[in-house]
């Protein structure tokens, strides 16, 4: 079940908030001080990894989706660009340091207090592939061995698009 977000005291000063129309929207806001408490989304950035006619998938080792097949990929830290976040996370998880291509797609989820995954392509530049970090496997597949068990919208999405040659 979705946690309901609640901003009760001012991170600024921390005096008990209210809630008051604020742009629209009921948002918890400070009488002390005038803070006003936006709630963002998360964000994540994934990289679809090509080499010739394979793509390179991650079985996940935690939850979400933990023992199913997905991109490889993760929350982009708060001083850290996209980019940087999926090569990061492409090392972490396969071992491999990757080039980002070009910007595939942005996928947007209203569950659970909304998140905003950002997709790269992506091609290997070194590295040793590995299962690292939350990966408990990684494996290249073709176009005729890919799993039945993958998760993530992001991820059924893009592979689709590039069983249907939008991709690659």
Known sequence: MPQKRAG?????C?????????????????PSCGYVIYFDPKVAAIAFITDGERVLLIKRGVEPGLGQWALPGGYVEADEDPFGAARREALEETGLEIHVDLLLDIFYRKQDGGAITIAYAAHRIGGDLRAGDDAQAVQWFTSETLPQNTVFTSTRTLLARWLAGEIG
């Open 14 to 30: 921390g005096n008990k908030t209210e809630q008051h129309d604020h742009d629209g929207r009921m948002r918890p806001m400070c």
């Open 8 to 12: 009760n005291f001012c991170p600024n």
